[in-house]
């Protein structure tokens, strides 16, 4: 009896023991693995924002070259262009003041188009707002100086969508090629410009009495209004031309991204 | 003669740990509307067996086998419904449906051809080796979930583990059931079933605090 | 009478401008400084009532030298001169104290127009110093303290409109004030600027428990 008793209390307690030390076994193992996995979703988050943080370094150093660069060449063109107007002040032959005159305005247009480079690189501009207060400070004071009267008029539009800069860029300089043309061939009276946003970014410009597009003159814009197209299908927008009375109208159509707000619930 | 003071002598402390497992999980789904499956009915069938029905017959008719005979059904069928609950979403939780249904088959023969009386059935045995192994798929599954980090706060932990402490340690026991019990004059035995059915109530209890917990 | 100091450290920029000024009647430039230190030393011991400061000076900045100077020579007027409109650095100038700025491109008769708008209390702004000047102002929730005065709603009016990129015509237009009137908010809106950056400075300093 005894003996019967003493093999069944050891198989009793040894087989609790045994179980006991599995189950402890287990969760143990189980608490590692979940350590383990956690610190590689660590590793892994933070190789994450390593990346990023060597993408923003990268952006921010090429941000910088730029800059440096465009200190240094606007610095340097502005000298050319004083030392141009010295000469131009203390000459009086007419072809030499004609030629340097000449390198004075190269100087001072590249200084305007690196200042729009800038514009354009410059994130912070990145939206409707910096694109229509750039167009329109533009716009107004070329027509001005240029004595075409002039209207600019927003409509319906939200700020605070964003483009890219190339965008910007290539509407900028579509609009600015436009009213080159404009003010150089269509002889228009005034101007009008009106920009409207919803849902897609529209622009018109309307050449009030504007001899419009000649044959003979497209042939003479030649490279504008190829560069026109060629920019507009970069930046996937539209352009037409139409003709209404007297009046040239051009519309330029761009669509635009909403940004999608997303609410973060963390678990 | 059914006294009072009879009911008290004959409870042991794993009694009071399923009275309070009873208590507890009642208390929770009161104020917190929150329950294992069909936890409260089976506690309460579970007290009602083993702190009365149990001590009644065996006043009654000196025989509180056949209620452990039926009871142990009872028991089986419902680990059967909470891990069929718990893997209702595995496709292959159907299959458990089927094992329960031949086990019950089995029971039935057992039943309409044994003396329910006399003998300690094994399908008790049979059952437990059923659910053991659907406590290691769990087991299992928890390692393997991308999801589960803490095993320690699901009910279910607890619950198995009740039970798979009980199984393990009176393995022994119920695989000589007649032998060892019945017919042995030795209390030891008694007292290690006891031992583990302690064990298998304070898992019942680790089950309803940690539903109070959650 | 205007005077004129400059300083500017290259060399040929910097005499070109001086005979520009000097061919002028109601202007003369006496003091020519190739940098920043120079600067400082002698500009407080003269007689000057506009100081054209080169952006981009070697070593110490023109934003130092403005820094500097401006506590020594609070009635000078100081004028950054520089090739880009929108360059962050003007904006730093604006709030260190200057009290304008120049381009280096613009024409002769703008510059000289330029310097005498200044001289009668105007001052130029671009649609980017706006919007710059604008969410200064409103970020920041400036402390009504002796110094720091908020903007008034005409003065945050023109500087919406300006960051819209209108001109000061239009503007002007707009308000039903000329040209001159609208420059001539825009000069004391960069002294408030300038006023508000100090005393965050000072707050600053106050706040780590320097005393003052």
């Known amino acids: 009896m005894r003996e019967e008793e003493l093999i069944v209390v050891t198989a009793f307690t040894a087989s609790l023991l045994l179980s006991a030390l599995l189950i402890w076994f287990f969760i143990s193992y189980q608490k590692r693995k979940n350590e383990y996995v956690n610190s590689q979703k660590d590793a892994q988050l933070r190789e994450q924002e390593l990346i990023i943080q060597n993408q923003l370094n990268l952006e921010n150093e090429r941000n910088r070259i730029a800059s440096e660069m465009h200190d240094d060449l606007g610095s340097g063109l502005t000298v050319i262009k004083y030392l141009s107007d010295n000469i131009v002040s203390n000459t009086f032959d007419n072809t030499i003041k004609e030629d340097v005159n000449k390198i004075a305005t190269y100087s001072t247009v590249l200084v305007k188009n690196m200042s729009e480079i800038i514009w354009a690189m410059n994130s912070r501009f990145d939206n409707v707002q910096g694109l229509i207060s750039y167009l329109r400070r533009f716009s107004v004071e070329f027509l001005d100086d240029n004595n075409v009267s002039n209207t600019f008029k927003e409509n319906d539009l939200n700020y605070d969508i964003n483009i890219s800069g190339e965008k910007r860029r290539n509407l900028f300089l579509v609009v600015k090629e436009l009213l080159h043309n404009s003010v150089k061939y269509s002889k228009a009276k005034e101007i009008n410009i009106s920009i409207t946003g919803q849902p897609d970014l529209e622009i018109v410009i309307i050449e009030k009495q504007s001899v419009g597009f000649d044959p003979l003159i497209m042939k003479e814009k030649g490279n504008g209004l190829f560069n026109i197209e060629k920019r507009m299908a970069n930046i996937e927008g539209k352009i037409s031309y139409k003709r209404e009375d007297n009046d040239m109208i051009i519309k330029i159509f761009l669509h635009l991204e909403p940004e999608i707000k997303t609410n973060f619930k963390s678990e | ?214 | 009478m205007i005077k004129i100091s400059i300083i500017e450290d290259i060399k040929d920029v910097a005499f070109s401008v001086q005979a520009m000024i000097n061919s002028q009647s109601d202007m003369i430039c006496d003091h020519i400084f190739h940098n920043a230190e120079e600067a400082m030393m002698f500009v407080p011991h003269q007689d000057t009532d506009i100081v054209i400061v080169d952006i981009g000076l070697p070593r110490a900045s023109g934003i130092d030298a403005i820094t500097t100077l401006k506590g020594k020579c609070p009635n000078v007027l100081f004028c950054m001169f520089t090739v880009y409109e929108d360059d962050e650095k003007i904006f730093r100038s604006l709030q260190a104290g200057a009290n304008g700025y120049i381009l280096k491109g613009a024409s002769k008769d703008k510059i000289l127009t330029s310097i005498r708008e200044l001289a009668e209390g105007g001052s130029p702004m671009s649609p980017t110093i706006a919007r710059r000047i604008i969410e200064t102002f409103t970020e920041k929730k400036v402390q009504p303290t002796n110094n720091a005065l908020p903007l008034t709603t005409r003065e945050m009016e023109l500087l919406q409109l300006l960051a819209k990129g209108m001109l000061y015509k239009e503007i002007g237009e707009t308000l039903s004030i000329t040209t001159g009137t609208v420059k001539q908010h825009i000069h004391k809106i960069y002294e408030k600027l300038q006023v508000t950056n100090k005393t965050e400075a000072i707050n600053k300093l106050n706040v780590n428990g320097v005393a003052n």
Not at chain 2, 87 to 106: E, G, R, T
């Open chain 2, 1 to 214: 003669m059914i006294t009072i003071e009879g009911l008290i002598k004959f409870y042991t402390p794993y009694h009071y740990i399923g009275l309070l497992a009873l208590v507890v999980a009642v208390y929770v789904y009161i104020t917190k509307k929150k329950t294992f499956p069909l936890f409260i009915p089976f506690l309460f069938v579970n007290s009602f067996v083993e702190m009365f029905l149990v001590y009644y017959f065996g006043v009654k008719i000196k025989n509180s086998l056949v209620v452990y005979n039926y009871f142990t059904i009872l028991v089986i069928l419902y680990y059967f419904y909470v891990y069929y609950d718990f893997f209702k979403s595995k496709s292959w939780s159907k299959y458990i449906v089927l094992v329960a249904v031949i086990w019950i088959i089995y029971v039935i023969y057992v039943i309409s051809n044994e003396d329910m009386f006399t003998s300690f059935k094994n399908y008790y045995l049979i059952g437990l080796v059923i659910i053991s192994l659907l406590i290691f798929i769990f087991f299992k599954g928890s390692l393997e979930s991308k999801y589960l980090t803490d095993i320690t706060k699901l009910p279910m932990f607890y619950f198995s583990l009740g039970i798979l402490l009980l199984f393990f340690s009176s393995l022994t026991i119920f695989a000589f059931p007649d032998k060892l019990l019945i017919n042995s004059e030795s209390n030891l035995y008694p007292l290690l079933i006891i031992f583990s059915n302690f064990l298998l109530n304070l898992g019942y209890l680790g089950t309803a605090l940690c539903v109070k917990k959650n």
